[in-house]
């Protein structure tokens, strides 16, 4: 008699054979087409039904909701419906990663309470649904948003080490597609390779959020070295794809940073697997 394997282990292997032959922003995006689609089953690869089979989903925090007007009374300024619509244009992955969207509002909105000096940033653009977030908290905040990217994909001096396996990837972007989507109300793009990029930054810059989506362990490394002595205290600082399992260079290149930090991480429950950091106020 043959051995039975669960549907979870099936699944598991799956996905190992995926992560080895496929880009692994393919996988994810049809993963969440398919389930959209209901053509797998969303609760055994997310939290999408409980255990009676009933919808799940991740209601809007109550502050922009039921206490909405509670929110304005006290001097709330997101304008929540238009930084949702370019967080979720023409994304699929993005539609069902609200958790993700929900964390940088509610980011905006404690910078914003407690006064945080300093602009926003952004390493590893793409095609600009998280930039699109943090251009519109800078253009309601008087800030400026730095967007920075290949806008060409990943680099193969980058595949070194723990991504020595890794291949080149997220190519279909362009510096010119992300500008005319993201805008340039107070909002400068840099191209190129980081650090090296790095000179066209203010020498002065100090920093309130900065987002750092590169993937891979070396350019993640250079960003905290460059960033975290720039921001401002209090300060957020965003890590994709931490505990995704994708790239295990991120994970690495976070925990070897933080390891002698006062700082610790804090996972987030976006489908990727981010981090944040709030830089101390008080200390080294």
Known sequence: MGREISFNSALATLGEYLL????????RTAVAGLERRGLLPSGRLGAGVGPDGEALSAAIPQRW????????????????????AGFVKDSET????????YAFCLMFDQITKEGIAGDVAELGVYRGHTATLLAGFARRSNRRAWLLD???????????????????????????????????????????FFPETAVHLPADGRYCLVHVDCDLHKPIAA?????????????????????????????QAVDEFFADKPESVVPMPDISGSVVVRKAKHGP
């Open 150 to 192: 290949t806008f060409e994909g990943f680099r193969d001096d980058d595949f070194v080490g723990v991504d020595a396996a890794q291949r080149v990837q997220f190519t279909d972007t362009s510096l010119e597609a992300v500008r005319a989507f993201v805008g340039e109300e107070n909002t400068t793009y840099v191209k190129g």
């Open 94 to 101: 993005n539609r069902s990663d609200m958790a993700r969207f």
């Open 223 to 251: 960003a905290l070295d460059y960033f975290y002595p720039r921001m401002t205290p209090g300060g957020f600082l965003v890590i994709h794809d931490y505990a995704s399992l994708w790239w295990p260079g991120a994970e």
């Open 20 to 27: 080895r032959r496929v880009p692994a922003a393919y996988v």
């Open 65 to 84: 909701a039921v206490n909405r007007p509670l929110y304005e009374k006290r001097g709330g300024t997101l304008d929540f419906d238009d930084l949702l």
